[in-house]
């Protein structure tokens, strides 16, 4: 049995959002001969300009019904979920698809067509409150790597394209061809964790060398005690200068930063569930489970308890 696969692009359309997808359906369809044929398609044929500047040859969608039909995110996303007859174009082709997909910023046009309304989604997790407040009838989740409701199913941003791939890969052709995949491409075959793991020592940037290399120090030492004192000596500063300096930086408190690099390199391990939690909290130096809760209910909403069930119930 082959399974049609259509990627719908449009202008300023992100490359990589279809690129890697469609690369995991080939090279599935090479591991079970013919099991893919992906196309891709626009609203017109011809050349679709990507937001790099890359150019991709698109199929006219027609009417010739998908499989799987998956939309693609990109800056363009925006301009094409208020044209109301892209959204017509898109209800009727998911209507004769046995599932529909998208990949970070693409959730736009499903929900701006109504088909995310009363459903569970994802996207990019810097447009997450952004879809919520546009699309109050979607339940969004900002901290999915993808989420799959019904026949509906959604990706975070840009790379977890990929992720969704493999897992309807899975669906399709089972757990062997999909981490065959992952190993063919170098990528997790099931990537720990949600989007909170972009890391926090990018979202802490610093123009300095000097809180960088702190930083970089503070996620290397996290079992230790990480005092103000101590973290002033790596950037060989007086104390009171430090947690001025890194705060102006990084908009943050020395010790925020640390709790948020400790919760950042807790999670994937409690997620996993083969660790108990007492063990975790000591290894990454909040020392005590309670103390540890308390972070995660600050940076996640929910408990430790509450995450490892959630991630025990999609595996």
Known sequence: MTRRIGFFIFPQFQLLDLSGPLTAFQFASEKVAGSYRPQVVAARAGAVVSSSGVPVIAQSLGRAPFDTFIIVGGRGV?????????????TRSSARARRTASVCTGAFLLASAGLLDGRRATTHWRLAERLQQAYPAVDVDP???????????????????????????????GDAVAKAVAQEMVVYHRRPGGQSQFSALLDLASSSDRIG??????????????????LAE??????????????????CTPAKAIERLRVEAARPLVEDGEQALDVIARSVGFHETERMRKAFLRAFGQPPQAL???AHDRR
């Open 213 to 230: 290399r702190t930083l970089q120090f503070a996620r290397s030492h996290l079992s230790e005690t990480l005092s103000v004192e101590r």
């Open 143 to 173: 901290d999915r790597i993808y989420v799959n409701d019904g026949p509906v199913w959604t990706s975070a941003g840009i790379s977890a394209g990929i992720d969704l791939a493999l897992a309807l890969i899975e669906e399709d052709l």
């Open 308 to 310: 490892r069930r959630g």
């Open 234 to 251: 790596v950037a060989c500063m007086s104390a009171r200068q430090f947690a001025r300096v890194f705060t102006a930086e990084t908009k």
């Open 78 to 90: 925006h301009a094409c979920a208020e044209l109301k007859p892209m959204s017509g174009l898109i």
